[in-house]
């Protein structure tokens, strides 16, 4: 069983990193492989829209992303870190989640994975994050387990706080133990939708 973090700030040892570290310390205690991946130095360029991917199952945009989505598809659990900037997650987190839009074929996406966010914030924006992140959990038909928001603004200061690197350390135990209940979305609902309304045709 894999457990991928997907550290989403610029920072290389930032808040973002250290909740990270604890979940997948926790993941590694409960018995699963863990990885850690850093957005810093790797050029992640959004998503063109031009839906080449939905046909062929591969972005023609040739950057980091590519590795990613490779290590994306053998993790078990995926673990979204982000820093908040101006009240969401940052740009670089938006540019991961568009481009996993190549992860919508039917023999590769993300169905069924267990996800979770670290999120921290200086003072305020924590929750608009979150709730993008679930909402993109849903439609990818991931499996959503349980999220830490922390307050930090200085590099690396979110390792004080004991009672968040509890529940970081608790999140990467869950995610294991979830992972292993073994839970599948039922498989006549189909794998590449990412709006479910009744608006669209
Ligand atoms: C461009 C930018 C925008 C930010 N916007 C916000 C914000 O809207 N709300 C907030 O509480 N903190 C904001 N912050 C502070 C970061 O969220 C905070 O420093 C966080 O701990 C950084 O995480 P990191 O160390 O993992 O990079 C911002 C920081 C930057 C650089």
């Known amino acids: 069983m894999k457990i991928l973090g997907i550290a989403c700030s610029p920072r290389k040892q930032g808040n973002t990193v250290a909740l990270l570290e604890e979940v997948l310390r926790g993941s590694k205690q409960e018995g699963a492989e863990t990885e850690l991946y850093s957005v810093s130095d790797k050029t992640i360029e959004p998503c063109q829209g031009c839906r080449t ?12 992303m590519n ?3 490779n290590r994306m598809i053998e993790a078990d659990g995926i673990v979204f870190g982000t820093p908040i900037y ?10 991961i989640v568009d481009r996993t839009i190549a992860l919508s074929r039917p023999e590769r996406n993300l169905a069924n994975k267990v996800g979770s966010v670290v999120a921290v914030a200086g003072s305020l924006g924590l929750v608009d994050a979150l709730k993008d992140l679930y909402f993109y959990f849903i439609t990818r038909q991931m499996l959503p387990a349980n999220y830490v928001a922390a ?6 200061e979110v390792k004080d706080l004991e009672k968040c690197m509890r529940a970081c350390n608790d999140l990467g135990r869950q995610m294991v133990q979830i992972v292993a209940m073994n839970f599948q979305y039922p498989k006549e609902i ?3 939708s990412f709006a479910f309304g009744t608006h669209t045709r």
């Open 53 to 64: 991917c939905w046909e062929t199952g591969e972005c023609f945009i040739q950057d980091d």
């Open 86 to 95: 101006f009240y969401n997650m940052t740009a670089q987190a938006k540019a």
């Open 67 to 69: 590795g990613l989505g």
């Open 190 to 192: 189909g794998r590449s």
């Open 151 to 156: 307050y930090g603004g200085a590099e690396g």
